[in-house]
Structure formats: C-alpha cells, structure tokens
C-alpha cells in the first residue's frame, strides 16, 4: 500500500517567512535577504521568500515589498528553475507579488474555525472563499499557488481536528487548482501515529500523496519523526526552517519549525538525496543564530 | 516479521546519572535526590540514580555513595517493584552498591576501540572482562545486571562503528548473565535508517528484541525518530532523560539524552502505556531546569 521510496526529497526552505514572522524585534531587510542568499548558495531550491500579509498583523514582514525589489531577490526570481513562494492572503497581496515577478504564491485556509477567526478574522469557509479568489487570479497569470492548511491536528482555541476538515480543506484547495498542499501542523502537537492515521485517510479518501507537503512544528520534539513517518506514507516535499526557527504569532505556544539541519541529516544518513549541502545550512543557521541573537526564544537555540 | 505493537513501553530515566554527569559546577546531593524522588512521584518506576565510577572521572558524580546512603533513597530502594540500577566500573563500585541495597547495577563497555581507551583507560577486551568479573560477582549476590554498549554508530575518535562489533558486545553481555542491553547512541549520530539496519542485523543474528534497550542522544533532532523506528523493530525498552539533560564528558560533541517528556508525548499519542504521568515529568524538568539554570548547556534549555 505504500509508495515505494524514491531517491529524493524536496525541502522547502520556510524560514524567511515563517521562521522570522513570530520575532518581536525588527529584523532589516538586508539581513532577511542575505539569509535567502546563503539558503540559495547551501543548495536549497525551494525557499519561502516572505509574506504580504498586514504589517499590522505581522510587523516583522511588513518590507516584504522592499525585499522582494532588493537586486539579490530579483536576480533569483530570474531564475525559473527556483520555487520562490510569497505568502498572499488576498488580491491585493498577490497584484504586488506579481509587480515584482513572483512566480509562486501560497495561500493559506485553516482547517479550524477558532485559529481562522484569530489568525484571518473571517470563517473557516470565507477563509476558502478568499483563496479561491487569489488561485483563480493567479491562474490567470499563470502563476502557481501553494495551499497551506493549518492547524492539522489541533487549534490553539478549538482543540483537536477533526480529520474530515482537513480532507475537505485540502479538497478545495486541490479543486480551485493549487498545484501542492502543504499540511499544517502549526500547534507542533501531531505526532507519528497521528501522521499516519491522518493521511491514510487522506489517501482513502482519493488524495493523492503526491500532492502534498508536511509541514511540521517541533513543539514536542516529534516533528523529525513526524517527517520520517510521512516519508514513509508517501510525502516527498517537507517544510522546514534553518535552526528550527519559527513558531506562530496567532498559536500562543507553538514552537519552531522542524529545523531544516535535522531534516537534511535524516535524509542524508537514509541515502535520500536532497541536493542540498547539509554544512552549509549548518553555518547559515549559525549565522543567522549570531544575527538574531538574543532575539531567538529558547526553541531555536538549541537547533545544531 | 516485526514484532506486533504491545500495548505498554519501559521509560528507564537516566537523567539522575547520564543527565547530570557532564555538568560542571557540582549539583548538591539533595537536588539529586529531589529530583529522583520526584520523577519517582510523576510515575518512574526505572531510574538510574548516580554511577560509582572514580569521583577524578566523573566529579559531578563523587556523592554517589552519599546519595544511595540518603533515606529517601533508600525508601526507594526498599521497593522491590522499582529499578533502580546504579552503574559500576568494577567490583569496588559494586561492593560499594551492594552495601548499600542496590538490586540492579549496569556495567558498560564501548563497542569501539577509541571511546574505550579514552573513556575506561582499557581496550574494548579488557572492557568486557571487567564487565565479566562485575557480572559474576553480581549473580552471587542475586543482583541483576543491565549492560551498555556504548557507540553503536559511531565513535568520537574512530568514526563509524561495525555492527559486528555491536553484536559481538551484546553477545557477550548476554552469554555473561546480563538481563538487558542498553545499547548507546553515545554520540547521537544514529539516524531511522541506521537503526533499522542495526537492529534487523542483530535479530538476523539471533539477538531477542526483548533483551534490548534503545538508548539515544538528540545531537541531531533524530532521537525521537530513533525511538520510534526502534520500537517498530520491536524493542519496548527506552533510555531517556528529563528535561533532554545529558552529554557524554568523554564523547565531545554529544548532545543530551532523548528527552522523556518527548518520548511519554510519542507513546501517549500512540495509545501505548508507559504508566508516567508526562504533566508531572513535564513539571520536574521544569523544576530541575530552574535548579540548575546557567549550568545546563544550550541542548538542554529547548525541552518543552
């Protein structure tokens, strides 16, 4: 039943954007872009560039703009063979994302009623209804989209999902036309068995695997092993953030991101490739580490 | 041709012993103390409570004697139904154990050449013999004895480790009298992959599952994923440590111990009995975090 292991995985870088939205103290553009520079130069392909939410709703993105004009970023959106995704939460963000040569937007719906109302001030439904609006646009631009479903497992407010919200989320979005759906688990609180009995429903209810991203938090310290477990379910594409930053401003305590050095050592020692040079993401997670400082929380710093 | 999932796992807590022994600045024997009797209180039925190797070796632990004599401890000790192994160099260390009520002594050696002379002073030979002479001594006195095998994967001074080697080390402990193997990730560089190899070697090779222990360190966020995949190959035996406390003094580089609220989250989720009330343990790491504060390293101060 299931998929046979294949030789490679894909990472998607998600630091720039999720692992520095959640850190009080602005950190200059310049910084976020010789971060992506160095995530580009270590191998990675795929890196989250930014998002163009509210700067009221999330300060620390709030030059997304600015950083997407930056020359360094521009010469990279060159680049077709990269997935450089922004994060858009409406038309309006995905009209300044295509002003500056974006090629890949993701949106995001919460599978959960309590983290959509804090989180996007609108239903779980209207929160659908929005990004149908974006892929719809998108498409007409050619532009592909990336489907973020959040809070997978469990809601800050509404405690545990229930699985059937997830496969209808994941429905839609697949069924407007987001070519990947990327799984939440944005509270950290999934766990292996959790993974599996999830996405076995997932695949007993017509989803292929192939069409979907995990995307774990490490708040328990399972999030490797989430990751391992959805390999093994069929996952190919897995988020994940440099030092493990991350964490999310509208999930009071949710931690980082599965670190993105973990990941690349799991792979590595399973003889499945990446593509990406695991010490150069070392030192840019050390560099960023020093850049950000005191800045980080106690859940990045422990990230090798 | 795995084992059917039991319904329960053995959380040994190594904390007390492997957890503390690389810390710097000496911990007073009552906060020792504290902190078994309340892992003891949140459920743990196995502690490993100090080690009786040579206080020059190992300072932070020269009160071990002072320790197993302190009435709480020995109220502990009193409870036949518990585990409380103490580890031993030699026949001095047990005498020094048996005098003082202690049922259940570990002994270890190194499955590599370079962390045995480093680490004991002695070759991996001379390391079993040793062992051998404790084991013997031990079985006069009805005492049980778990072994260790330290550097399954790797070694700090040698590098990769040969299964055979780890084989050969279990083999041994068992043909001596050991009831139980423990066997040491001292460098936490294992990943799933490589303990899906090792233990289908060993039971290839006629090792009993059930005889094992899987013993991770967290270097590279892989422990969890380490533990899981171990208990799919069928061992229900784990060494973990509160709050992710450890290192190796002879192993630069290790990071800490699995941690147990990491692992009692796994198993929770997993519907798999560990009987340890994880809120309580979750509360002793924080209590024993506080206590130690500046001492404990940056791989500590990230366990939930």
Redesign the interface.
Known sequence: MEKAPSSSVEIVEVGPRDGLQNIAEFIPTSVKQELISRLRLAGLRAIELTSLVSPRAVPQLADGRELLEHPHIQGLLADTSLRLPVLVPNIKGLDVALQRGVREVAVFVSATEGFSRVNTNCTRRQGVERAKEVVVRAQEFGISVRGYVSCIFSDPYDGPTEPSSVLSCVKELLAMGCHEISLGDTLGT?????VRKLLTYLKDNGIPMSRLAGHFH????????N???AYHCGLRVFDSSVN?LGGCPFAPGA?GN??T??LL??FM???IDTGIDISKVVDTGAWVSGMLGDQLG???????
Request: proline share 6%.
């Open positions: 999934g766990s292996p068995r959790d490490d708040t328990h310290g399972n999030a490797v092993a990751v391992w477990e493990g931690r599965v670190a050095e973990d050592y799991l020692k399973a003889g106690c859940n990045s710093c422990s990230q090798p």
